[in-house]
């Protein structure tokens, strides 16, 4: 089965709140993970990532949180605006190479004007 | 800057046709990535490459092939397509945990 997982498959978000998509994992040796946003039609493109070793990490309205105790990853993004609205996907990787990256199925960010 | 551009990007093939999805990059990465999505699921690592002639297998390799005489191609060989196929593919380059795709190609097996 998929060791990255998420809660939620679609989140309705209204605009200018800040929206929270949550991931799972489950392999204890995975060492980074990273988001990726998926537009309509188009490829992943990458939003941030995090080593094991760090518990939050903050880019341009982006926040990812990292809790290793429970395996979990969150993925926080403040103002939601319509151009926000797509397919977010968790991805892990185990140590040992940039090949060894696992996808998780994604979650539906719906902004609501 | 094109980064990585994936040709053609809609193609409808008859079960047992074969065909070649082509893949470019300008960026100069060593390491290169052939994905598949089906409908409402993530991403499924179909062969990977870390440089010119070094080719690998992914997750879900049957049925393709590729290989890798340039830094720059990196295309993606199905034989005998099957329904099981259909699917979009990606292609993706990156010398660290941030990959960059192309814009995918749009595969049917009727």
């Known amino acids: 089965g998929e060791s990255v997982g998420l809660h939620l498959p679609t989140l309705s978000v209204q605009e200018g709140d800040n929206s929270i998509i949550n991931c799972a994992y489950s392999n204890s040796a995975s060492d980074y993970f990273i988001w990726y946003k998926q537009e309509s039609g188009k490829g992943p493109q990458f939003i941030i990532d995090?080593?094991?070793?760090?518990d939050k990490r903050q880019g341009q309205r982006v926040t990812v949180l990292l809790n290793k105790t429970v395996k979990h990853l969150s993925l926080q993004i403040a103002a939601t605006q319509p151009g926000d609205s797509a397919v977010y996907f968790c991805a892990e990787n185990i140590s040992g190479g940039y090949q060894k990256v696992t996808f998780g199925t994604g979650t539906k960010l719906q902004v609501i004007p | 800057n094109a980064g990585v551009t994936q040709t053609p990007k809609f193609r409808i093939l008859k079960i047992g046709q074969s065909m070649t999805l082509q893949c470019t990059q300008d960026m100069n990465h060593n390491y290169m990535y052939w994905y598949r999505q089906d409908p409402g699921m993530g991403l499924k690592l179909i062969y990977y490459s870390v440089g010119a002639g070094i080719t690998d297998k992914g997750e879900v390799p049957n049925g393709y092939n590729v290989s890798r005489s340039t830094t720059e191609d990196f295309p993606l060989r199905l034989e005998l397509a099957a329904p099981s196929q259909t699917s979009v593919y990606f292609c993706?380059?990156?010398?660290?945990?941030?990959?960059?795709f192309g814009s995918g190609t749009r595969l049917t097996v009727v």
């Open positions: 995090i080593r094991s070793n760090m």
């Open positions: 993706a380059s990156g010398e660290s945990y941030g990959y960059t």
